[in-house]
């Protein structure tokens, strides 16, 4: 019994300390969640664990541009509707999802993985940039969509450089996005802003 009791416990430090990392939870907000979790665990619980179990095995990701998704390539790249010649280069899938749920970004993504960063040790090479190089023909436009910080202008600048010479329009989004600000956070009128304002680079 004892035994039991004891697994018990280390399972709800781990799921607690796996929700902890989640963004926006710190410990006391993931103690919360959990135990709202487990005083619904019908309604909530299980239909949450299932879900996540569906999307863990059916979510791959695309190989064209790096989004996530039940199909690859994924909707986005096989969407006749969206115009070919422009071409979004984001970080993270977050942020191409915020833009896209916007719907003013008539083009495609380019998602590189991360942004550079020292600190972190984010090398150039560890971003999708040749990957992005090799999807160039017929673009006529890159739209570079970082987040308005120190590392993400910094990453615009370095794929604006291996851009240059290119025959193609390089531009970034206007800052109606906010100084230190990130992409998935900002509301739909921001993002309409920053997108109809963007300018060369």
């Not at 969206?82 to 380019?110: K, N, S, T």
């Not at 991360?114 to 090479?125: F, K, N, Q």
Request: proline share 6%; charged share 25%; aromatic share 2%.
């Amino acid at each position: 019994m004892a035994t039991r009791h004891a697994t018990g416990a280390d399972a709800l430090e781990i799921a607690q300390a796996m929700l902890a990392r989640l963004p926006g939870l710190g410990p006391r907000s993931a103690r919360r969640v959990l135990l709202h979790l487990l005083k619904h665990r019908e309604r909530l619980l299980r239909p949450l664990v299932e879900a996540l179990a569906r999307v863990e095995a059916a979510l791959d990701e695309c190989p064209e541009c790096g989004n996530l998704d039940i199909e690859a390539p994924c909707r986005i790249c096989t969407d006749p509707r969206r115009d070919p010649a422009l071409l979004c280069v984001v970080a993270d899938v977050a942020d191409l999802w915020a833009i896209d749920r916007a719907r003013l970004f008539p083009g495609r993504f380019h998602v590189l993985g991360g942004l550079l960063s020292a600190l972190d040790g984010v090398r150039p090479e560890d971003l999708a940039i040749p990957r992005l190089l090799a999807r160039l023909e017929g673009v006529t436009e890159v739209v570079l969509a970082m987040n308005a910080t120190l590392e993400g202008q910094t990453t615009a600048h370095h794929v604006a450089a291996r851009l240059a010479g290119l025959p193609v329009k390089v531009s970034q989004l206007a800052h109606g996005v906010p100084v230190g600000g990130e992409l998935d956070h900002l509301d739909d009128g921001t993002l309409a802003q920053a997108l109809r304002l963007r300018r060369p680079l």
